[in-house]
């Protein structure tokens, strides 16, 4: 029996960006995480670090980068700044191996730690081992998103998906007594 190495999260740097780079492209190549169809170079993924606000990290085993998360911006005004959006891939090698559960506890922490209140995204409905991930970390469905855009000619729809962070998990309720009684809504 050979034994696996430990999987590691950590926070990416801009020499990770080959192996960012190319387990995106094996994402694109599959057509089963988004509506991309360009492959992407190196010079496209090194100007995501260049906003420190929105984390990346890295999973790893040994040396080898084996997934990724990163969060981008979800609107332009002011209003959404506590919002991101988020991806998160693995390598084709590495599917079914845990590599999501590793990477998305440390993600949701480190978002909140940077002051974010809210994470989403839209996943492809068959994307079952994403919806999968994201029930277990507590993001509800919201709704979908018909005929979202097309992806080889074929209409997709998208399944959004949210998460609360922070402060943001907390709501106000009413008692029925006049009081105010703030109550959790999201437990990990």
Same mark, same amino acid.
């Given at each position: ?7 590691r ?37 090194l ?11 890295v999973?790893?085993? *040994?040396? @080898? ?5 990163? =969060?981008? !911006?979800?609107? $332009? +005004?002011?209003?959404?700044? *506590?919002? @991101? ?5 693995? =390598?084709? !090698?590495?599917? $079914? +191996? ?91």
């Amino acid at each position: 029996m050979t034994e696996t190495p430990a999987i590691r999260v950590r926070p990416a740097t801009r020499q990770d960006a080959d192996a960012i780079t190319r387990i995106y492209n094996e994402g694109i190549r599959g057509r089963g995480a988004t509506f991309e169809t360009r492959e992407r170079a190196v010079s496209d993924v090194l100007p995501w670090f260049d906003d420190a606000r929105f984390p990346i990290l890295v999973a790893t085993e *040994g040396d @080898a980068v084996v997934g990724w998360a990163a =969060a981008s !911006s979800y609107r $332009g +005004r002011a209003c959404y700044a *506590g919002i @991101a959006e988020y991806s998160i891939y693995v =390598a084709t !090698s590495h599917h $079914g +191996r845990g590599i999501g559960r590793a990477l998305m506890p440390v993600f949701l922490d480190t978002l909140a730690a940077a002051g974010f209140w809210k994470v989403l995204s839209r996943l492809f409905p068959e994307n079952t081992a994403s919806r999968a991930l994201c029930a277990r970390f507590g993001f509800r469905e919201v709704g979908v998103y018909e005929r979202h855009a097309q992806l080889d000619g074929r209409w997709r729809d998208v399944v959004i998906v949210e998460r609360l962070l922070g402060t943001a998990t907390q709501h106000v309720e009413a008692s029925g007594t006049g009081e105010i009684a703030a109550t959790s809504r999201l437990r990990r």
